[in-house]
């Protein structure tokens, strides 16, 4: 047999909403995957393995157009690639 109760929740208070925002220091060190894609495209298994050194692969997004930067895998903001000394970056827009 499984029983089944209706959850009780506490009720919403003004300023609860600022009380839990200095909650996230408790998580605040967890490390998070950041990603930037420049783009995306779809291609057979045959034209996967022809691909060799110099092959050139066509994305769906046109040079200048904002990047998407993702967290863990999901979307959270677009962004400009720039040149940081001799590394890529990506100024959030």
């Known amino acids: 047999n499984v029983t089944v109760q209706p959850v009780q929740f506490a009720p919403l208070v ?19 995957q950041i990603t ?3 783009g995306r495209t779809r291609k057979l298994i045959r034209e996967i393995l022809d691909l060799v ?4 692969v066509e994305l769906d997004k046109l040079a200048g157009e904002p ?10 903001a677009k962004g400009e690639v720039v040149v940081i000394d001799e590394n890529f970056g990506v100024k959030i827009t």
């Open 67 to 76: 990047v998407d930067v993702l967290v863990n895998g999901r979307l959270i």
């Open 36 to 38: 930037v894609e420049l």
């Open 53 to 56: 050194p110099g092959s050139v």
């Open 14 to 32: 003004p300023g609860m909403a600022a009380q839990s925002e200095t909650n996230i220091d408790f998580i605040a060190d967890v490390p998070l």
